[in-house]
């Protein structure tokens, strides 16, 4: 297996590291995949996956990049903005603005540098959070021809996710704009990780927690989905950007472009897919994989409807 990275490449795909810069000048760190056989000659469509929220580029989206090459597909992965090896001064500093970004600004790269690239035929793919961003960021730009979404998070629904009464929400909004004299007087903003610097050996060895801590555990903190950029949470006041900015806003003028949700019968998010379902229009589809909770989506082959992509994606690009 590869340093840093979940998954072995296949034998037939090759990756190569590429940089690119957002419209800030931000420059984000990426890997683009395809297959050797590719003939450069010729062009390809091309997908773009985005990584869970707090993930890396070496987790879910190499396990994504890796299947979809063999299939046909110019494939980009990316750390976002203040992230993994992307730039960014403030380290995990989120943004949604910045982070629904991204996916355009690998559109961008996609069309003007990578020649064997159809910039007609580019799609997105947003693991858990970045669904969400990817929704955001096809809302307005119409060079994105179709999205997809595995495991979907709108993590801009701080309230709903919640559940915050106006109490709730008034005390967490003081408590976050305290925050931001702290970190302004120590010159550094707070930042507390979830998950260890080094993975526990498996998962019997977790600490007890609830039962959604302990599904991110039994992924970002034991071996399988463990990555030492990937420590989980971003700084405490990236709150207040979630607050102000609903990611979900105008995925309705997504149409007629077509947006596919994909839901583990047993994930404990599924609401978030059905809630973006119904505020999409036509054409739309939730495709539900069976006996699959949330992180399976993240690198369970078995469990990931490749077949279903391939076929979505290759009809929306006719």
């Known amino acids: 297996m590869s340093f840093g990275y979940i998954t072995p490449l296949a034998k037939n795909v090759t990756r190569k590291k590429i940089t690119f810069k957002n419209r800030y ?24 996956v985005g990584a869970p929220y707090g993930g890396v580029k070496e987790q879910g989206p190499a396990v994504y990049a890796n299947e979809l090459a063999k299939r046909g597909f110019v494939v980009l992965t990316f750390d976002q903005a203040n992230m993994g090896e992307s730039a960014g001064k403030v380290r995990r500093a989120s943004s949604p603005e910045l982070f629904a970004e991204s996916f355009s600004a690998a559109v961008d790269f996609l069309g003007v540098e990578v020649p064997f690239v159809e910039r007609e035929k580019i799609g997105v ?13 096809a809302a307005v730009d119409p060079r994105i021809k179709a999205v997809a979404t595995a495991s979907m998070y709108d993590i801009t629904d701080v309230r709903g996710m919640l559940g915050l009464s106006e109490t709730e929400l008034a005390k967490m909004k003081a408590e976050l704009a305290k925050q931001r004299w702290e970190d302004y007087a120590n010159e550094i903003p707070e930042y507390k990780p979830s998950f260890p610097t080094r993975p526990y050996p498996a998962v019997d060895a977790l600490p007890q927690t609830d039962p959604v801590t302990n599904e991110w555990d039994r992924f970002y903190a034991v071996p399988r989905g463990f990555h030492a950029h990937a420590r989980g949470n971003f700084t405490t006041t990236s709150s207040l950007a979630m607050l102000q900015f609903p990611a979900l806003a105008y995925i309705a003028e997504i149409a007629p472009r077509p947006v596919l949700f994909i839901v583990g019968d047993k994930a404990h998010s599924r609401a978030f897919s059905k809630r973006a379902y119904d505020l999409a229009k036509e054409p739309k589809e939730i495709y539900v994989v069976a006996e ?27």
């Open 25 to 48: 000048g931000l420059e984000l760190a990426g890997d683009l995949y395809f297959t050797k056989t590719l003939d450069e000659t010729k062009t390809y469509p091309a997908l773009i």
């Open 125 to 137: 793919i947003g693991i858990c959070g970045s669904g969400g961003f990817a929704l955001a960021a």
């Open 292 to 318: 699959s909770e949330h992180i399976d989506l993240y690198d369970r082959v078995d469990k990931i409807p490749f077949e279903k992509l391939q076929t979505f994606f290759t009809e929306a690009f006719k």
